[in-house]
């Protein structure tokens, strides 16, 4: 008699179980994470947070919060970029990330008017850095034109590089560049997009 793979019976052994058990899965997951920071084989790990201004993307090594990321920034090409900048060993592990996500839903709900996470500027440098690090000062609610931004990084004619940092800045909405607009008001560019900006705007505002 030949066996088949559902068994002699020809019953399949695996009927009756679910197809894909996410509990089960996400455990699992929850595990391999824990084992590799363990061992020291995770340098970045990340998760993804939904938000009034869509999908963002977290990622954190052991020094800080390294990026968060636009869903239209594309987030398997910013992973990318992480393991190629940072370090290929980057492992979706969202307990790492969990105080940053509550903050972050502070945030949102209007709970929270300033962030007190450890953050990790390495993907910044030069004077996109030094901008960057002058945009906390911008208080909740408030606006300042790039104009002002690069009159107090002592350079007043880098208008150009100012707009060029905040463009490029690797930790948006905890790091302020949406405070940075354009000298007649309007908002200006964002890499979450103009509606993302104007959508942080009118929430601090209110």
């Known amino acids: 008699m ?18 894909h058990d996410d509990e089960a899965m996400a455990r699992l997951h929850a595990r391999l994470a824990e084992q590799a920071g363990a061992e020291g084989v995770l340098d970045v790990a990340y998760r993804t947070l939904d938000t009034p201004a869509g999908t ?5 090594t052991d020094a ?20 190629d900048r940072v370090s290929p060993r980057v492992l979706r592990a969202p307990g790492r990330l969990d105080e940053a996500a509550r903050q972050l839903d502070e945030y949102f709900a209007g709970r929270r008017r300033t962030f007190e996470l450890p953050l990790d500027w390495r993907l910044s440098k030069g004077y996109r850095r030094q ?8 208080g909740y609610g408030r606006t300042e034109s790039y104009a002002q931004v690069a009159a107090a990084s ?21 790091v302020p ?4 607009v354009r000298s007649d008001g309007s908002p200006g560019q964002y890499a979450g997009g103009a509606d993302a900006k104007r959508l942080l705007l009118a929430l601090e505002e209110a």
């Open 154 to 174: 002592g350079s007043p004619r880098a208008v150009r590089a100012v707009g060029t940092a905040c463009a490029t800045n690797p930790l948006p909405v905890v």
């Open 2 to 19: 030949t066996m088949t793979a559902t068994g002699s019976a020809g019953r399949d052994p695996f009927e009756g179980l679910p197809e």
């Open 56 to 60: 963002l993307l977290l990622a954190a």
């Open 64 to 83: 800080g919060v390294v990026r968060i990321a636009y869903a239209v920034q594309d987030h398997a090409a910013v992973l990318q970029q992480l393991a």
């Open 131 to 138: 901008v960057l690090g002058l945009l906390p000062a911008i």
């Open 177 to 180: 560049c949406h405070r940075v």
